[in-house]
C-alpha cells in the first residue's frame, strides 16, 4: 500500500473503534429502539457501499482498459468520511490468481463492525423473531469474512460476499438483507402515527407537507400493483435530515432511499437489475437529476450469483413548490418498477428487445403499468389469443413481431396493457379482458388483407398522378406551351415513382409475414410496372419537345395518353371496390354491390387495353409516315411503346385482381 493511503486508512481505523463503542451503547437499555435502527439502518447503507468497493475492485483488476466511477458519490451517501476509499478501485490489480485492492483489509473490517451494528436491533429484542437463527448466522458469518492480509483476496471470498443466497449457500448479502428486512418490520411497529398511508416517526412539523407529497404521488398510481405486494413507506429524521424510505417489492435488495436536506434531495436505489436502474433514470429525465457513475458498468464476470446494483442521485430544487412537485413525481413513478424485469421477460416472444424497452417506458408514461398484463397471465395471456385467433398464420417460433410488424404488434401489446389494467380496475372478469384481447388480435390478423388492398389503392393513385403528368404535358406541346416545364415534369413523374416503389417493397415485407397474401403482392408488382413505364414517358416527352414535333403524330401520341388516363381511372375504380369487398360487419348485399362494382371497373380496364393497342399501331404507322427525321421517330416509337406496356401491366394487375377477389374472398 502506498503512503498516501496507508496514512488514510490508519486514520480510518480510529473511526472503526468509533463503531465499535457505538455497538456497545446500541446494546444499553437506556437507549430507545429507534436510536438502534437508526443506526443500524445507516450500517446497512456502508456494508452496501463496501460490497459495491469489492466488486468493483474485482472487475477494475480484470479490465484496466475499462473507465471505472470511483464510488465516491455513494461514500458520500453512506455518510463515510474517509476519500482514501475512492482510490481503491483505481488501484486495483491482479497478481497471479489473487487480486490486489488497496485498502481492502480495512474495508472488510468496517464491513464486519457494521455487520454487528446492523443486527443489534434484532439481536437485543427480546421478542423479535428468529433473533436465535439470526445470532447463529452472524457468529458463522463473521468467522467467514477474510482477513485480506496485504490487501491481497480471492475472487471467490468476494462473490461469497456478495451472493444472493444460492440453494443453501448462506452469505454477508444475504445476511444484510434478511436483517435489513427483519428491521423494517421493526420499525413500522415503533411507529409513532401513519400519514397517508406512510408510517412515520420522530418527524419536525416542516416534513409533514414533504411526506404528504411523497405519498400523494405514490398513492396515486399505488392501484397498478394490484394484489403484489410492495410500495411500504417509512419516513423519519436522521440529523438534519428526513429520510424517505419505500420498499419497493418482495426483493430484499429493491429499496429506494430518499433524504431531503433543504432544497436538496438525494437518492440511493439497489437493485439487483441494472436495466432497471437504467429505466429509473429515464423515467426522471424531465427533472435534473445528477446520478452518480453507473454500477451497472461494473459488473465483475469472475462472479456469479446476483450481486445487488446500487446507484445515487442527487436532484436540487429551486424552490419549495418544485421540491414538492418532484417528490409527487417521483413517487408515482415507483410503481412502474415493480415486476418490470419480468414483465421485460415474459415480452420476448412477441417484440424485439429495443420494443420491450419502449412498451415499459410507454406503459409508464400513459401510467398503464405492467402489473395488470402479468396478473392476468403475461405472456400466456396473449399466447392463448394467439392459438384461437391467428390460424395458419402464426407457426412454431414466429414472433408476434414478425407476423404483425414491429409497430402493428407494438400498438396491439399496448392494447393489451391498457385492456389489462383498466379491466382489474373496472373489475370486468377475466375472461371478458381475455375475450377483449383475442377481437382486437382478430383485428389486426383479418386487417393485413385491407391494408394490402389499401396500398394498392395508393399505388393506383400514384399511377393515376403520372398518367395525368403525362398527358397534360403532351397537351401542353399541342398547344404550343413554354419548353421549360418539361424538366419539372420528369422529376415530379420520378418522385411518384420512387413512391411507388416504396409500397411495392412495404408489401413484399408485409407478404413475407403473411404469405397467405402473396396474390396481392403480386398486384401490386405487377401494376408496378404501369409506374415504371410511365414515368419512363415522362422523361422522353423532355426530348420530344427538344425536337419540335407537330401535326397528325403528336395528335396520335395525345390520344394514346387520353387513354392511359382512362385506365388509371379505372383501376383506382377496380381498387377501391376490392377493399370494400368480404369486409366485417357488412351485409352480404353490400359485398355483392361491391363486388359487382369491382368487375365492371375491370371489364371497362380490359376494353381499354385493346383501345390501347390499336391507338399504339396508329401511332406507330404516323411516325413512320410523318416524323421530322430518325431522331422524333426513335422517341415516338420508345414512348408509343411504353404507353401500351403500361396498359398491358394495369390489365395483368386487373386479372390477377379479379381471379383473386373471386376465388379466394368470394368463395371463403
Excluded at 436522521?238 to 418482495?250: C, E, K, P
Excluded at 379482458?433 to 400514384?462: C, H, K, N, P, V
Aim: aromatic residues 6%.
Amino acid at each position: 500500500m502506498d503512503r498516501r493511503l496507508q496514512y488514510h486508512f490508519a486514520g480510518a481505523e480510529e473511526s472503526f473503534v468509533t463503531k465499535a463503542a457505538v455497538l456497545e451503547a446500541i446494546g444499553e437499555s437506556n437507549l430507545n429502539a429507534s436510536d438502534r435502527i437508526q443506526a443500524a439502518l445507516a450500517a446497512n447503507d456502508r456494508i452496501k457501499y463496501c460490497l459495491s468497493l469489492l466488486q468493483a475492485g474485482v472487475a477494475r483488476a480484470d479490465s484496466t482498459d475499462q473507465q471505472f466511477d470511483s464510488l465516491r458519490s455513494e461514500r458520500l451517501a453512506c455518510a463515510l468520511d474517509n476519500p482514501a476509499l475512492d482510490d481503491l478501485i483505481a488501484n486495483s490489480r491482479k497478481e497471479g490468481r489473487r487480486y490486489r485492492l488497496p485498502g481492502c483489509s480495512m474495508v472488510l473490517k468496517q464491513t464486519t463492525e457494521d455487520l454487528r451494528i446492523l443486527a443489534a436491533p434484532v439481536l437485543t429484542e427480546p421478542a423479535s423473531a428468529g433473533a436465535d437463527q439470526f445470532t447463529e448466522r452472524l457468529e458463522h458469518l463473521l468467522t467467514t469474512i477474510p482477513k485480506c492480509e496485504e490487501d491481497l483476496i480471492d475472487a471467490s471470498a468476494v462473490r461469497d460476499l456478495t451472493r444472493a443466497r444460492e440453494g443453501r449457500a448462506d452469505s454477508v448479502h444475504q445476511l444484510v438483507m434478511d436483517l435489513h428486512k427483519a428491521i423494517n418490520k421493526m420499525q413500522a411497529e415503533i411507529a409513532e402515527e401513519r400519514l397517508d398511508g406512510a408510517t412515520v416517526y420522530r418527524i419536525e412539523a416542516s416534513d409533514r407537507p414533504l411526506i404528504a407529497a411523497f405519498m400523494a404521488g405514490l398513492n396515486a398510481t399505488a392501484w397498478l400493483k394490484f394484489n403484489h405486494p410492495g410500495l411500504g413507506t417509512t419516513a423519519t429524521r436522521s440529523g438534519n435530515a428526513l429520510v424517505i424510505q419505500n420498499d419497493l417489492g418482495t426483493t430484499d435488495a429493491h429499496v429506494m432511499i430518499i433524504r431531503l436536506e433543504g432544497p436538496a434531495v438525494s437518492i440511493t436505489h439497489t437493485d439487483i437489475h441494472p436495466e432497471r436502474i437504467e429505466f429509473l433514470r429515464r423515467m426522471l429525465e424531465s427533472y435534473p437529476v445528477e446520478w452518480g457513475g453507473e454500477q451497472t458498468k461494473r459488473a465483475a464476470p469472475v462472479l456469479s450469483g446476483s450481486p445487488f446494483q446500487l446507484i445515487t442521485g442527487r436532484f436540487t430544487a429551486k424552490g419549495p413548490t418544485e421540491l414538492l412537485e418532484f417528490l409527487k413525481f417521483f413517487a408515482s413513478r415507483l410503481v412502474f418498477l415493480i415486476d418490470w424485469n419480468r414483465a421485460r421477460k415474459a415480452l420476448r416472444p412477441f417484440v424485439r428487445g429495443k420494443d420491450r424497452i419502449r412498451l415499459l417506458e410507454w406503459a409508464a408514461e400513459a401510467e398503464i403499468g405492467q402489473r395488470g398484463f402479468l396478473q392476468l397471465g403475461g405472456e400466456q395471456l396473449i399466447n392463448r389469443a394467439i392459438e384461437n385467433t391467428a390460424g395458419s398464420a402464426m407457426h412454431f417460433g414466429d414472433r408476434l413481431c414478425d407476423v404483425l410488424g414491429d409497430e402493428s404488434a407494438m400498438a396491439f401489446l399496448q392494447f393489451v396493457f391498457r385492456a389489462s389494467a383498466e379491466g382489474l380496475r373496472d373489475q370486468a372478469s377475466a375472461g371478458l379482458i381475455q375475450d377483449r384481447i383475442r377481437a382486437e388480435l382478430q383485428a389486426y390478423f383479418t386487417s393485413e388483407g385491407r391494408r394490402l388492398w389499401q396500398m394498392a389503392g395508393e399505388q393506383a393513385a400514384i399511377i393515376f398522378e403520372i398518367a395525368s403528368l403525362v398527358c397534360d404535358g403532351i397537351h401542353r406541346i399541342l398547344s404550343g406551351g413554354e419548353n421549360g416545364c418539361y424538366e419539372r415534369l420528369a422529376k415530379r413523374a420520378g418522385e411518384y415513382e420512387h413512391r411507388a416503389d416504396e409500397l411495392v417493397a412495404a408489401s413484399r415485407e408485409a407478404v413475407r409475414r403473411r404469405p397467405e397474401y402473396m396474390t396481392l403482392f403480386r398486384v401490386l408488382e405487377a401494376a408496378d410496372d404501369a409506374a415504371d413505364e410511365l414515368e419512363e414517358v415522362a422523361f422522353w416527352t423532355e426530348l420530344l419537345v427538344a425536337s419540335e414535333p407537330g401535326g397528325e403524330v403528336l395528335e396520335a401520341l395525345g390520344g394514346l395518353t387520353d387513354l392511359l388516363l382512362e385506365a388509371a381511372q379505372q383501376w383506382i375504380k377496380a381498387l377501391s371496390q376490392a377493399a370494400e369487398v368480404h369486409q366485417p360487419h357488412r351485409s352480404k348485399t353490400r359485398d355483392q354491390d361491391a363486388a359487382r362494382d369491382f368487375l365492371t371497373a375491370i371489364d371497362a380496364l380490359f376494353s381499354l387495353e385493346h383501345r390501347v393497342d390499336d391507338a399504339e399501331r396508329a401511332l406507330t404507322y404516323a411516325a413512320v409516315q410523318k416524323a421530322a427525321d430518325f431522331r422524333q421517330l426513335h422517341i415516338y416509337s420508345k414512348m408509343a411503346s411504353s404507353l401500351e406496356e403500361a396498359s398491358d401491366a394495369l390489365k395483368w394487375a386487373g386479372v390477377i385482381a379479379r381471379e383473386y377477389l373471386l376465388a379466394d374472398v368470394l368463395t371463403s
